[in-house]
């Protein structure tokens, strides 16, 4: 643990650095209200606490900047809370008391105004898209071994996906299988439409259609998990105009790893479903995030995680202004889900 002299001078030049991003030197701390010691006191305090590793100097000249370390040390033991602005509230408050038809559409609207208000990438995973219910199956076929099926929701979303028809099986088979789970599970919610068919169509298949073991083999390939389907991202540019993301391969390693759903899933990868998470630099174990922190949390109804919400910035990041506003934008967020699902 450092002093409270150091802790001082560490608060104050992590928060000059996230707002100006240039390396701070002792005149700089020594001017702000919150710091009562001289530039010398500073100056030494500084080299001790980069001795210590908490902080770097990109050059002799320089003044000094926060490391990973600096910023984990901040944001564990020095950040206090942020009031949020009040339009940036009422903003969140709008959003969640409005009535909108659709989860999904509720889900990119978040999205939105906390990439907004960050101005940083926001991205969301999960959840199941709960309103989005089955109402037509279709399987085209394009050869004898390939076919597209259509999943039609109620909502008039459509997903396509290529599957394979495996050997043996006749188109014929194939239409059987789709009327029987187009009259079983119409009106059922996607999420548990693989569930449905395991526990109350196994056995009806198998009686009713030919080769209903390679049958249930397409089956999951049109039920496999979507994870794209449950993706949102706002604002993915947004770390162009971060200075620290001039160079050009830093960008094009991020624009990659947002095209890459399992990567991302992954950076949300939790040993605690509740709560604020803050992975800085480093700690994300993925070298296109190592110049990048992220704040998440997890939204759950009735005590159940449903998936995580988060902020992908800069190492720089405003901690203390993302962390206050998840607190209240997921609390508002898991209170729409239980008036609407609870």
């Not at 219910?133 to 076929?141: S, T, Y």
């Amino acid at each position: 643990m450092l002093t409270e002299r150091q802790e001082q001078i560490l608060r104050a030049l992590v928060e000059e650095y996230i707002v100006h991003a240039d390396p701070v030197g002792s005149r700089t701390v020594s001017k702000r209200e919150d710091i009562g010691f001289s530039a010398a006191t500073i100056r030494n305090e500084m080299a001790d606490l980069e001795e210590m590793g908490f902080l770097e100097q990109p050059h002799t000249s320089a003044g000094r900047m926060p490391s990973q370390s600096g910023y984990r040390y901040y944001v564990d033991y020095l950040m206090g809370p942020q009031r949020i602005d009040r339009s940036e509230l009422l903003a969140v408050r709008r959003l969640f008391a409005s009535q909108m038809d659709a989860l999904e559409q509720t889900i990119q609207q978040t999205v939105s105004i906390l990439s907004r208000i960050t101005n940083y990438t926001s991205i969301l995973l999960g959840p199941e898209l709960y309103d989005n219910k089955l109402k037509h199956l279709q399987v085209v076929p394009l050869t004898d071994r390939v076919a597209v099926s259509l999943i039609v929701t109620d909502t008039g979303h459509v997903d396509q996906r290529r599957i394979r028809v495996p050997e043996g099986v006749s188109l014929s088979s194939v239409e059987q299988m789709v009327n029987l789970l187009n009259t079983k599970l119409s009106g059922i919610p996607l999420h548990r439409l693989k569930g449905r068919v395991y526990r109350e169509l196994y056995s009806e298949l198998s009686r009713h259609v030919e080769h209903y073991e390679s049958l249930l083999s397409m089956i999951d390939q049109i039920l496999v998990d979507d994870l794209d389907g449950r993706l949102f991202f706002s604002g993915t540019t947004n770390i162009l105009t971060q200075p620290e993301f001039r160079d050009v391969e830093k960008v094009k390693a991020l624009m990659d790893l947002f095209e890459q759903s399992d990567a991302v899933a992954r950076l949300f990868t939790t040993d605690h479903d509740m709560g604020i998470q803050v992975k800085i630099g480093q700690e994300n174990h993925l070298e296109a995030v190592n110049n990048c922190s992220i704040v998440s949390a997890s939204f759950s109804l009735n005590g159940r995680s449903l998936g995580r919400i988060g902020v992908l910035g800069p190492t720089r990041m405003n901690y203390r202004k993302v962390v206050s506003l998840l607190e209240v934008l997921v609390e508002d967020f898991s209170e729409y889900l239980r008036r609407r699902y609870g």
